[in-house]
């Protein structure tokens, strides 16, 4: 009890170090993109401290007529306003800046700073009109002053300032340049953490798949081997043959899955020793049993065999020979794999005693086609197909071909085209 107790709150303790850990995963990777809001907005308030600090001094240095209470006042309630709401508030200075520039009794000199304070704010927060707007009131300023200029020194505060003012831009630029990295490295990594899971997934769809042609085919024999016997020897003879078929499928099945497991709970490890050999013993695993799958004559003459030891009558075709360069494609695999099923159908649902059946397997250039027919026990009842042919529908569909079933006279008929290969994937697949 107190060593279940104890598994039980590891695991949980397990379980609550891996969330935490998560978390400061998704906070670390996340904040860099979520500061880049909050630091305008409090320049901004900066700046109006700044202003409201500074106002004596303005005074003292252009004069009390020059910088009024209500000036500063209305650039203090404009800056509080920018960091609350960055495109009006922005704009709002910028534009005060603009037109204490153009009054002669005014002067915006004290006001730079929190210019260059809004055209940030507009610029990492709101979009391209808004920030050249800002940006172009903040020139149209600078030009005003530029022109009450003493001398031939206008031009160049009009260069300087419009610089100055072009910094906050290129600084917005660059955190927003990183901004969309960082969210399309997520992106990135989440479509292949999308990738990866559906790649699983298929993995497992294909061993349920392959558990279900090893076996349904087997047992289904073996139980009516069984049941019409004449001969005892021969009976259990093939039944211990079936039997020990698809016992090997299912452990090459099993060390598969297990191996899958493995790696999943200790990482990629590709440069272990122990990895190297997991990974060997798994393809050469898959390669034995889609070897199995892609001689397809061997399928069909064993499944032939089977029918005729049971009582059924008919016969299989083939017409034409499989490429040796297409032996282990897909649809070659899936080829054998569907007549594999198709046979199994016709012992599981198959008219007994002395039930009709025949297939046909055309070779072509760039598909095989499959044609069965099968008289149906149970006096013709209907029957639709189960889990076996709606998973191959299902693969041959992905491959770009097509399974057509119905039931018509008491009989089974089926019809699959099946191309060598899937057609290109629209889009190229992400790799690490």
Not at 73 to 95: D, E, F, K, Q, Y
Not at 117 to 134: D, H, K, L, M, P
Not at 149 to 168: D, E, H, K, R
Not at 387 to 401: C, D, E, N, Q, S
Request: proline share 3%; hydrophobic share 45%; net charge positive.
């Amino acid at each position: 009890m107190d060593a279940d107790q104890n598994g039980v709150s590891n695991a949980g303790l397990r379980r609550m170090r891996r969330r935490w850990s998560e978390w400061l995963r998704d906070v670390k990777r996340q904040s860099p993109a979520c500061l880049t809001r909050p630091i305008p907005a409090l320049l901004c308030v900066a700046a109006a401290v700044f202003v409201v600090a500074e106002w004596p001094a303005g005074m003292a240095v252009y004069g009390a007529d020059a910088v009024p209470w209500w000036l500063c006042t209305a650039m203090t309630v404009a800056l509080l306003g920018s960091a609350a709401s960055p495109r009006i508030g922005s704009l709002a200075v910028c534009l005060l800046f603009a037109l204490t520039a153009a009054a002669p009794w005014l002067n915006a000199g004290m006001f730079h700073l929190s210019v260059m304070a809004a055209v940030f704010n507009a610029a990492v927060t709101s979009g391209r009109r808004w920030r050249w707007g800002c940006y172009a009131l903040a020139v149209a300023g600078s030009s005003f002053e530029a022109m009450r200029a003493a001398g031939g020194g206008g031009v160049a505060m009009l260069t300087n300032q419009s610089v100055m003012y072009a910094i906050p831009l290129f600084v917005a630029y660059a955190l927003r340049t990183k901004e969309r990295a960082l969210r399309a490295e997520r992106e990135v990594s989440a479509l292949r953490a999308r990738q990866a899971e559906t790649e699983r997934l298929r993995q497992q769809f294909e061993l349920s798949r392959r558990i279900h042609d090893s076996l349904s085919g087997a047992l289904s024999y073996i139980a009516l081997r069984a049941e019409c016997a004449d001969d005892a020897d021969a009976a259990l003879a093939d039944i211990r043959g079936q039997a020990m078929h698809g016992l090997d499928d299912v452990h090459r099945i099993i060390r598969m899955m297990r191996d899958d497991g493995r790696d999943a709970g200790h990482g990629s490890g590709a440069g272990s020793a122990d990895s190297a050999d997991v990974h060997g013993r798994r393809n050469d695993d898959a390669a034995s049993l889609d070897r199995d799958a892609a001689s397809l004559r061997s399928v069909v003459d064993r499944g032939s065999g089977m029918l005729d030891s049971l009582g059924f009558r008919g016969a299989a075709r083939i017409d034409g020979m499989v490429p040796d360069g297409l032996l282990r494609s897909a649809g070659a695999i899936e080829a054998a794999s569907l007549a594999e099923e198709l046979l199994s159908n016709i012992v599981r649902h198959g008219k007994r005693p002395g039930g009709e059946w025949y297939m046909e397997i055309r070779v072509g250039r760039d598909a095989v086609h499959v044609t069965q027919t099968n008289e149906i026990g149970d006096g013709g009842r209907s029957w639709s197909g189960g889990t076996g042919l709606r998973a191959h529908a299902a693969i041959i569909a992905r491959l770009g071909g097509s399974l057509r079933h119905s039931v018509m006279d008491g009989s089974w008929f089926v019809s699959a085209d099946i191309p060598w290969r899937a057609a290109s994937p629209p889009a190229a697949v992400l790799q690490p």
